[in-house]
Nanobody, 121 residues
Framework: VQLQASGGGLVQAGDSLRLSCAAS????????LAWFRQGPGKQREFVAR????????SYADSVKGRFAISRDNAKTTGYLRMNSLKPDDTAVYYC???????????????WGQGTLVTVSS
C-alpha cells in the first residue's frame, strides 16, 4: 500500500494549486481518502475527506468554500483543489487512506509522504 502526494509549491496569496495523491498496491476504491496538513509549529490537522465512492465529502471550517476534494477511482488518484490560498494555508499536506468515515488522523492506516505548500503574502 503506497500513497504518493505531489503538486505542492510556492504560490502567492490568492493563487490556486491542485495536489494529487496517487495510490498503488491496493483497491483504491475501497477506502476513504483524506488530506491533512501540518503547518510550522502546529499539530497535524484535518483538511478534507471524501468517501470511497466520492458521494460524500467533508471539510475543515478553515477551508470550506475554498478547497475541493475529489477522486478518480479509475486512475487510483485523489485530488485537492485549493483556491484563494492564504498564508495560513502554508503547511506540509499529507494524503491518507483507510476504511474509516472519521476525520481523525489516527483512524487512517495509510499515509503519503507529504508535499509542501508555501503561500506568500
Amino acid at each position: 500500500v503506497q500513497l504518493q502526494a505531489s503538486g505542492g509549491g510556492l504560490v502567492q496569496a490568492g493563487d490556486s494549486l491542485r495536489l494529487s495523491c496517487a495510490a498503488s498496491g491496493w483497491t483504491f476504491g475501497s477506502y476513504s481518502l483524506a488530506w491533512f496538513r501540518q503547518g510550522p509549529g502546529k499539530q497535524r490537522e484535518f483538511v478534507a475527506r471524501i468517501s470511497w465512492s466520492g458521494a460524500t465529502t467533508s471539510y475543515a471550517d478553515s477551508v470550506k468554500g475554498r478547497f475541493a476534494i475529489s477522486r478518480d477511482n479509475a486512475k487510483t488518484t485523489g485530488y485537492l483543489r485549493m483556491n484563494s490560498l492564504k498564508p495560513d494555508d502554508t503547511a506540509v499536506y499529507y494524503c491518507a487512506a483507510g476504511p474509516t468515515t472519521a476525520t481523525t488522523a489516527s483512524t487512517y492506516a495509510y499515509w503519503g509522504q507529504g508535499t509542501l505548500v508555501t503561500v506568500s503574502s
